[in-house]
């Protein structure tokens, strides 16, 4: 069945964004708080990018508290050394689309510390909340250098999540992944025509994600669809919260 958002908005309704001091944002919602969706923006952007898209259309259930995490402020190489929002550096323009060659120099291509560190600061956000509800009630998601960081932090967590949501990004090959999160539900989103990420790579990375003790694996590849999130994806966003929060 086909979600309505028309039908469910009139019920969702955010209070006043949360701000905290590293930049971060909360919407806490005017429900129950029974679920929480810890979720990260990519290169360039802040915590306000997702919030318009949280706050009007109605992608978790409306018991959902949603962090939406900043990333520090960084020198970025491909940035000529400028500073932004950055959860970890990138030191080549063009993601290589030469799967083998990618992983073999997957190290020298960005800051494996900021990585770590950047994990750190995520994990530390996901413990809170864990205090709060379940960890089965608690999911984790992001767009592009976000989605690369949900995964990294997801798939090593060492208790179980309510799902992963990856949206335009890849796995690091040097992930390492928890047994736990092996039943985790996941969905994964790319364009076809991804100019930042090329698709044949994302799709590669995410072989070792699939396996017969993962009931709900979802990677969707959109047809002519760039390094963007548009209505489709959306979509699949507020069909797999619908499915996981239960």
Same mark, same amino acid.
Not at 164 to 170: C, F, K
Not at 222 to 242: D, N, R, S, T, Y
């Given at each position: 069945?086909?979600?309505?958002? %028309?039908?469910?908005?009139?019920f969702f309704m955010f209070t006043k964004p949360e701000?905290? +001091? $590293?930049?971060?944002?909360?919407?806490?919602? !005017?429900?129950? %708080?029974?679920?929480?969706?810890?979720?990260? %923006?990519?290169?360039?952007?802040?915590?306000?990018?997702?919030?318009?898209?949280? #706050?009007?259309?109605?992608?978790?259930?409306?018991?959902?508290? *949603?962090?939406?995490?900043?990333?520090?402020?960084?020198?970025?190489t491909i940035n000529m050394g400028m500073k932004c929002?950055?959860?970890? $550096?990138?030191?080549?323009?063009?993601?290589? =689309?030469?799967? #083998?060659?990618?992983?073999? +120099?997957? !190290?020298?291509?960005? =800051?494996?510390? #900021?990585?770590?560190?950047?994990?750190?600061?995520?994990? +530390?956000?996901?413990?809170?909340?864990?205090?709060?509800?379940?960890?089965?009630?608690?999911?984790?998601?992001?767009?592009?250098?976000?989605?690369?960081?949900?995964?990294?932090?997801?798939? =090593?967590?060492?208790?179980?999540?309510?799902?992963? *949501?990856?949206?335009?990004?890849?796995?690091?090959?040097?992930?390492?992944?928890?047994?736990?999160?092996?039943?985790?539900?996941?969905?994964?989103?790319?364009?076809?025509?991804?100019?930042?990420?090329?698709?044949?790579?994302? !799709? !590669? =990375?995410?072989?070792?994600?699939?396996?017969?003790?993962?009931?709900?694996? $979802? %990677?969707?590849?959109?047809?002519?669809?760039?390094?963007? *999130?548009?209505m489709p994806v959306i979509k699949l966003m507020a069909?797999?919260?619908?499915?996981?929060?239960?």
């Amino acid at each position: 069945m086909p979600f309505n958002f %028309h039908k469910l908005k009139q019920f969702f309704m955010f209070t006043k964004p949360e701000n905290l +001091n $590293d930049g971060s944002l909360i919407l806490n919602p !005017k429900a129950a %708080h029974k679920y929480s969706l810890i979720w990260m %923006h990519g290169l360039g952007d802040t915590a306000f990018g997702f919030m318009d898209l949280f #706050e009007q259309l109605p992608i978790v259930k409306a018991e959902t508290k *949603v962090l939406l995490l900043q990333a520090p402020q960084r020198a970025v190489t491909i940035n000529m050394g400028m500073k932004c929002t950055s959860w970890f $550096d990138i030191k080549v323009l063009k993601t290589d =689309s030469n799967v #083998e060659h990618f992983s073999n +120099n997957f !190290k020298s291509t960005v =800051s494996m510390e #900021e990585i770590e560190d950047s994990r750190k600061i995520i994990t +530390n956000y996901l413990d809170q909340e864990i205090k709060l509800v379940q960890s089965k009630n608690v999911f984790i998601g992001g767009f592009s250098q976000g989605c690369c960081m949900a995964l990294e932090t997801g798939l =090593s967590y060492s208790q179980r999540l309510g799902g992963i *949501v990856g949206l335009s990004g890849y796995l690091f090959p040097t992930t390492q992944m928890n047994d736990i999160q092996k039943e985790t539900p996941i969905l994964l989103v790319h364009g076809s025509q991804d100019q930042m990420i090329p698709c044949v790579l994302s !799709k !590669k =990375s995410y072989e070792r994600l699939d396996n017969t003790k993962r009931q709900l694996f $979802d %990677h969707k590849v959109i047809p002519q669809m760039g390094h963007e *999130v548009p209505m489709p994806v959306i979509k699949l966003m507020a069909e797999f919260f619908q499915k996981t929060q239960q």
